[in-house]
């Protein structure tokens, strides 16, 4: 687990709200404050798609952050900056099992749950710390090293500066 400080808020705000460069990722949840606190939980409700609509537009079990984005952009936009807001992103599945294969790491994309990403603002300081989630008990630390690397690459090629804390 790393945490970076965005160095360039604006620009990465425009990518994350604007832009398309997070839009691979899904949405476990989002809390937005400004005159009041807004929550999205990401979590697809079961009944609200057929089963036929979820085949047919792959929809899982979270909603993809294209899909949430505009939301969460429409309570920031404005004249004055929101107090705060966190937004936790997942890389799907597809995302986990390429970053795996890349990668030599000694864990099956069956005891990998999840790759974060927390994106926090709070205190005028934009900050992303990564995490990861298994589904068994390791010592190995490769995963997660793997991962804060993966991350800063991935920070680095969308052309986001940010210093590691």
Known sequence: MIS???EDMKSFTSK???GEVFDQFLVKEASISTYNTFTIDGTIKDGYYSRNEREERNIGAL???S???PFCFSLIK????PVS???ILLMPKEGTERFLASRN????????KGLYVNIRYEEEKLTCVTGTSVSVF???KTLEEEWDQGFKGFLKHNQISFMEE
């Open 4 to 6: 970076v400080k965005i």
């Open 63 to 65: 909603s993809a952050w």
């Open 67 to 69: 899909a949430i984005k």
């Open 105 to 112: 790491i000694g864990l099956s994309k069956e005891q990998v």
């Open 85 to 87: 807001f966190r937004i």
């Open 138 to 140: 390791t010592l190995d």
């Open 78 to 81: 404005g004249k004055r900056l």
């Open 16 to 18: 994350l709200f604007v």
